[in-house]
């Protein structure tokens, strides 16, 4: 069974950081595309980013690059995203997701979420 769960989230000044991290387990790790998504109240879920593990490049959404990075252990099957340089529009529940499809940050072709992680943003 493909499980995912993410930690990390709180609460956080703007212009801070936080490490978001997603456990992984049920899946062969390094076939899967990972991504970071997130949800603010009242707003569809967006893609952040997205490693495709076809060639290794990772993926971005304007809205944080040059902010957030993704990354990812092999060897502990965790990825993770750390952000910098947090906004308040940032504020949102933030969600780890793999599938095997395409890499893309489109959260439709991801079926494994996990259960998501607040993270809240003040002014």
């Known amino acids: 069974e493909v499980q995912l769960v993410e930690s990390g989230g709180g609460l956080v000044q703007a212009g801070g950081s936080l490490r978001l991290s997603c456990a992984t387990s049920g899946f062969t790790f390094d076939t899967y595309n990972i991504g970071w998504f997130r949800q603010a109240p009242g707003k569809e879920r967006e893609g952040i980013s997205c490693?495709?593990?076809?060639?290794?490049?990772?993926h971005y959404a304007d809205s944080v690059k040059g902010r957030f990075t993704m990354s990812s252990d092999n060897a502990k099957k965790m990825v993770y995203l750390e952000m910098s340089s947090l906004k308040p529009e940032d504020t949102a529940v933030y969600y780890c997701?793999?599938?095997?499809?395409?890499?893309?940050?489109?959260?439709?072709?991801?079926?494994?979420w996990g259960q998501g992680t607040q993270v809240t943003v003040s002014s």
């Open positions: 490693i495709s593990r076809s060639d290794g490049i990772t």
């Open positions: 997701a793999a599938d095997f499809t395409i890499a893309t940050t489109d959260p439709f072709f991801f079926n494994h």
